[in-house]
């Protein structure tokens, strides 16, 4: 009996958990074609890291926000790069934690924690609806971002009466090269990619990037069109829909790779393979 992904050509955009992901879809049968997109990379200056980190441990937090678990295991490892990694667990165990999505929870629980609050739903949007029901007057409140700026998420802390301290324990870099990238593109509007899946907003940037500054915005646009799209949760699906692309497949509920998997397993076993 085939298996449900037999034949199906896969590109894979994800960088940290690439390799699991990788054997997953090859246990379902398809052929993964690895283009990592971006690189996850640790703070360029650590110093204002530990400083959040040392006001953390203080207790000058009442409530902290984490928008990713890799951010959590970032800061952790950077507490222990610090030589204070039992005593950030400790004050983390000590403050009110709210989180965006499953994947900041599971850090936590690997910690033998528990966030006091889950968003509404694992966006921005979720967390500035989560946090107008909260009581944050006159508090400080120690907000993880990834990688880029989050006004709205600031704005909605401030409009509490607390006063935010955002903290960036890492930053996204280019991990394919450009010609890689491009290489990609080019194979998808030639359809000969099955599936491309995006597991994160920056990849969707970086994929644009490239198209740009190769003069490629159009392949894109036509690669995008032939091949099916992957998100793994509504974060990287709005970024794919933010550039009028095309989401086929992404999980209601659940926004794990094993989710995915098995999202994508159930959806392209129901379709015969295009080529």
Sequence with gaps: MPLPLEGRIVALAETRQLEDLAAMLTKEGATPVRVPLVAILDAEDPAPVITWLRDLIADRFTTLVFMTGEGIRRLVAAGEAAGIRDEVVAALGRVKTITRGPKPGQALRQLGLTPSVVADAPTTAGLVSTL????????TVGVQFHGHDNPPL???????????????PYRYAPAADADGVANLIEKMAADTI??????SSPQVDRLYEVAADRNLTDVLSRGLEKTAIAAVGPIAADALRNRCARVDICPEQGWVMKKLVQVIARELDTKKPRK
């Design 132 to 139: 107008s029901r909260q009581s944050l007057q006159g508090q």
């Design 154 to 168: 600031i704005e909605a802390v401030e409009r509490g009466g607390a006063t935010p301290v955002p903290v960036r």
């Design 194 to 199: 099955d599936l491309l899946v995006i597991t």
